[in-house]
């Protein structure tokens, strides 16, 4: 069983479009997280949540919007694509973590995101 | 601001060790994390240091100097299958992973 998914794999859309990727996890952790993979393989966190509370909101566009139906799922809502949107988007869950705890965060295995 | 600092390539003989440098600079800091990434795939865990000192997982091992705000990964007894990418994290706080911009390595025969 897969720990991690994500869907779609791969997504290629035009300029201004809104699109959607989800992120599911059979884990049972109630933290998930969502990151961005440039070009140069640099990997940002965009948001976490826990028990589908934000706890962290990096410096990301308002066009990007995260939304945790459970602590289960948390889907990405992008609206108004742009160009520089283009990357993979990886969705990962972890164990709340704290100073004392194993940081360890499973990653799905990536939506890779053309804007043309 | 923060940084972290890894090597962007490295290459290295099959059955060598190589040693992956990563020095911190950081807001928080609650532990050093060490992820391996193949090509189209994703970050995968190897190891987690929040205390000085080495810890070993059967042929990885990682190390971290709290004091010097450093740490390394040393891979022994190289193999094809770990050419990929590393990449160094630090927890800087609960739940935030800042992760270097990876190092490529890469086993040749």
């Known amino acids: 069983d897969t720990a991690v998914s994500q869907t779609p794999k791969y997504l290629v859309t035009q300029m201004g479009n809104d699109k959607s990727i989800k992120c599911e996890q059979n884990l049972g952790h109630d933290t998930m997280y969502w990151y961005k993979q440039d070009s140069k393989k640099f990997l940002k966190i965009m948001f976490s949540y826990n028990n589908k509370e934000l706890i962290i909101n990096e410096t990301v566009p308002n066009r990007f919007s995260p939304k945790s139906p459970d602590k289960a799922h948390l889907n990405l809502h992008i609206n108004s694509l742009e160009l520089g949107d283009s990357a993979v988007y990886f969705c990962?869950?972890?164990?709340?973590?704290?100073?004392?705890?194993?940081?360890?965060?499973?990653f799905g295995p990536g939506t890779r995101l053309t804007v043309l | 601001g923060q940084s972290l600092e890894q090597p962007s390539e490295v290459t290295a003989v099959e059955g060598a060790i190589v040693q992956i440098n990563c020095t911190y600079q950081t807001s928080g800091f609650y532990g050093l994390s060490w992820y391996q990434q193949h090509d189209g795939g994703a970050p995968t865990f190897l190891s987690y240091n929040a205390l000085d000192g080495l810890e070993e997982t059967g042929r990885f091992s990682s190390f971290l100097s709290r004091s010097d705000s450093y740490g390394y990964l040393l891979l022994q007894e190289l193999q094809m299958k770990d050419s990929a990418s590393y990449f160094c994290?630090?927890?800087?706080?609960?739940?935030?992973?800042?992760f270097g911009t990876g190092t490529r390595l890469t086993v040749i025969p």
């Open positions: 994290a630090v927890q800087t706080g609960a739940n935030n992973l800042f």
């Open positions: 990962a869950s972890s164990s709340f973590l704290t100073v004392d705890s194993l940081n360890e965060q499973f």
